[in-house]
């Protein structure tokens, strides 16, 4: 299951901002890795108030994203992941992010986008489904974000051949 | 083996765009990791039309790349991907990656950047190798891509059974 | 142990600084992957005069980095890593990455940024420390890099612990 959740917050920095929202959706304490957005088989997208993937604070978390930001007031960020299926009994299916500085601009781009992956893969798809969420900078910095969560990754399970990895592990982490 | 094989594509907006020519590369269907581009001891790199690295739907690919985009009628986005590997039998080597608006300004950028990363490690690197493509805009957004694929990371077995986890490995680096 | 290090370099084109960068703190010769700069627990971060973490030629670095390039005759870049741990004996904690135009810019964001992700959380955090480093263009291009090694990852080693490895995917993806 892909767990997405959309927020905006505000910080005294952009990145600042950007970690506000981060722990608005339950991610504030791992590791994002970014992927570029292709949907595995077997998921489904499950839309959330927050993100519940089992997860340690400091772990590593696959996941899409979209994020906008605005820092002068007055200015809007607009960040949007729209979404499809592959109708073939597969569940798997592809994502698109945008940010822009308004919900049409990111709402158009993301549906041209979308519609010329799909109408290039000769497979059919289901319905396009979009997530957007805009926020307006009045004095301190904002953050417009969606995420989608996919899995985490523990740093104690990364390694390998267990004897030899566990010994790595502690020799490196702790 | 890590393959490397380069495209140009157009679209209705430049995400369209590289996804079409991510498409036309054979990995379209894949979760993109970017690496910094080290090439690990035991490989070669293969020019090919396309990538064949084994891999299912929505899979991990950690791949180096670089991508030019050009959306203004009349301008040009060039991308280029340089290499050259030790000379001591280990098969390692290193990568460069360039974006800009000609392929001479690439060229210019991959040879300089390499040379002077060959000439600060004190070790004898054989011939600097390149590939290097070139778009322009004329109605649509473009893309030219450079990509080279060093091994797929299945979600299921991002731990895994050994014995068939060790024959993916040796059958996709070697 | 994190191993954190800083320093700056110079070189033919920006990339080319960077990599001199990376080598001169012993890392120029693995692959990195960058994180999103959450602290697990039970580290400690250790500030050294490079890297140490153990590796091979090509494999993944997971890591967290500041780097900031300055190209023009006269112009100055700093980046700088600030980092602070909770008091309640995890040993987990946050770091946070910014880059700019002065030390005092970076410096003023840096703890602006950690002051409001330590106040957001809810967890008494120990003192902030933070390793800021600059660099000013006389001719060639420069760049400033601080670098907060996390672990390595092997390509053969990429598959895993088998029984434990496999449940815990089984719980996380279905």
């Given amino acids: 299951m892909i767990e997405l959740a959309a927020t905006t917050a505000t910080g005294p920095t952009p990145l ?7 722990r608005r959706i339950g991610v504030g304490d791992v590791n994002l ?3 570029s957005s292709v949907i ?4 489904i997208v499950a ?3 927050r993100v519940y993937t089992e997860h340690a604070w400091g772990d590593r978390l696959y996941c899409v994203w979209a994020m906008a930001e605005a820092k002068v007031p007055g200015t809007t960020a607009s960040a949007g992941i729209a979404w499809a299926f592959r109708q073939d009994g597969s569940d798997a299916g ?5 940010e822009g500085s308004s919900p049409e601009a990111v709402e158009w781009t993301l549906t041209a986008t979308l ?15 979009s997530r957007i969420v805009t926020a307006t900078c009045t004095d301190e910095p904002v953050c417009a974000l969606v995420l989608a969560s996919y899995q985490s990754a ?3 399970s990364d390694a390998a051949v267990p004897a030899a990895a566990m010994a790595l592990t502690d020799r490196v982490m702790s």
Avoid: T, Y
């Avoid at 600042?16 to 981060?22: E, P, R, T």
């Avoid at 595995?40 to 998921?43: L, M, R, T, Y």
């Fill in 16 to 22: 600042a901002a950007f970690d506000h929202a981060l």
């Fill in 94 to 98: 592809l994502f698109v992010e945008d």
């Fill in 33 to 35: 890795v970014r992927l």
């Fill in 115 to 129: 519609e010329h992956m799909i109408a290039g893969r000769n497979i059919d798809f289901g319905p396009i489904e």
């Fill in 40 to 43: 595995p088989p077997g998921s």
């Fill in 154 to 156: 523990s740093w104690r």
């Fill in 47 to 49: 839309q959330r108030d």
